[in-house]
């Protein structure tokens, strides 16, 4: 689907949620008034909440539909975030709001005067904010939009609290209990928890969460299937917004390859990813060696990386022999804290266990969600102490 149509979805769902709430707002403020009852006329101001979220839904949308200028190069799709955020900062506010009014009703209580009519918009109520709630939510997750999930489910939450404000009019009918003031906090923070959650997920996207591995071993074994690949390393994706995603990757070719080779396979790659994930991939190039005076060394220093203390994984090795230095990228585990001094060490107890070279050594970390699996060697061998490509 394309962006366009995808954000023109999201608007018309969120007018759906506008009106709906809106109505939903109307019918519960005033039999909240009518009553008497705080949890009513707070579920009403919720339900007004819910609307500025579904405006500021549709206000993300036509932003990050703006195209990429020259203080944007990569167009304006983060705009959903910021929109995110905002939704959730509402619905917080909101629930601070609430939880006030509500804790002083619990202190200086109203006696509450439930209505049939009252009875009715609450039920009412109930089932339309579970329809509602329903429709969003599929609709958020058909759109991958944030916004709408969010929405979606802070509906079903009002459902059931809804549905808490008719079990405290039924306890105040039929048994006297004014459970108004204790029930409307209980209200409050349903949505102060919502509202934080709300907010966690477009933090991360704005700080930079990191990407599936399944997205990453999909992409991995994309490029494995050329011939001439005999690694995928640093995989490294960054999300400008849904739809837009730029990333590199390094990839293990033989030393013999010539320039003119290296770029006709590059360009290959790229318009690969390009089409099959539509990333925007930039690739750099590891060079495996072919010779065996340089495979008897590589080997030596692989399997010392391999066994070292905090150390996961380790590729891109490469030997200048006018300077007999070796410069290797080992990625290590979540023992290691100090990365200046591992690779201090790493250096120091290499040159005694293989002499006669200097060594520089470049950290690097996983960036994905999950540890990869086995795979192979630089030189495309089986290797099942290996982790599986340098994601």
């Not at 506008?18 to 009513?40: D, R």
């Not at 101001?45 to 195209?67: M, R």
């Amino acid at each position: 689907m394309e962006l366009k149509e995808r954000n023109a979805r999201i608007i018309k769902v969120s007018l759906v949620g506008i009106a709906s709430n809106v109505m939903l707002c109307v019918a519960k403020g005033i039999a909240g008034f009518l009553a008497g009852s705080v949890a009513v006329v707070m579920d009403a101001v919720n339900n007004l909440s819910d609307s500025l979220s579904s405006v500021i839904t549709i206000i993300g949308a036509k932003l990050s539909q703006k195209p990429a200028d020259r203080e944007h190069p990569f167009g304006h799709g983060r705009a959903e975030y910021f929109a995110d955020m905002v939704i959730a900062l509402i619905v917080l506010s909101a629930g601070v709001m609430s939880a006030t009014e509500s804790v002083r009703r619990i202190f200086d209580p109203l006696e509450p005067e439930y209505t049939s009519l009252t009875l009715g918009v609450i039920i009412v109520s109930t089932a339309a904010k579970l329809v509602l709630g329903l429709y969003v939510g599929r609709q958020g997750r058909l759109l991958d939009s944030g916004s709408l999930k969010a929405s979606g489910a802070d509906a079903l939450f009002d459902a059931l609290v809804t549905l808490t404000t008719l079990l405290s009019a039924l306890a105040m009918l039929i048994f006297g209990l004014n459970l108004d003031g204790w029930l409307g906090t209980a209200i409050s923070l349903i949505i102060i928890k919502a509202g934080l959650g709300m907010l966690k997920d477009p933090v991360d996207d704005l700080l930079g969460k990191s990407i599936s591995h399944d997205l990453t071993a999909r992409i991995a074994h994309e490029v494995c299937s050329f011939k001439e690949v005999h690694g995928v390393y640093d995989i490294i994706l960054n999300s400008y917004g849904r739809g837009t995603m730029i990333g590199s990757l390094h990839i293990g070719v033989d030393d013999t390859m010539n320039a003119r080779q290296i770029h006709g396979l590059c360009r290959r790659i790229m318009d690969r990813i390009h089409e099959k994930f539509g990333i925007i991939m930039t690739i750099g190039i590891y060079a495996c060696c072919t010779s065996n005076e340089e495979i008897g060394l590589e080997r030596q220093v692989m399997n010392f990386a391999r066994s070292y203390p905090g150390a996961m994984h380790a590729h891109a090795f490469y030997h200048y022999p006018d300077r007999n230095l070796v410069t290797i990228d080992i990625v290590v585990d979540d023992s290691v804290h100090d990365d200046d001094k591992f690779r201090k060490d790493f250096a120091g107890a290499i040159s005694e266990k293989i002499p006669g070279y200097s060594y520089n050594v470049y950290i690097d970390h996983f960036y994905t969600d999950a540890r990869p699996g086995e795979r192979r060697d630089n030189n495309g061998n089986s290797d099942p102490g290996l982790p599986e490509d340098d994601f």
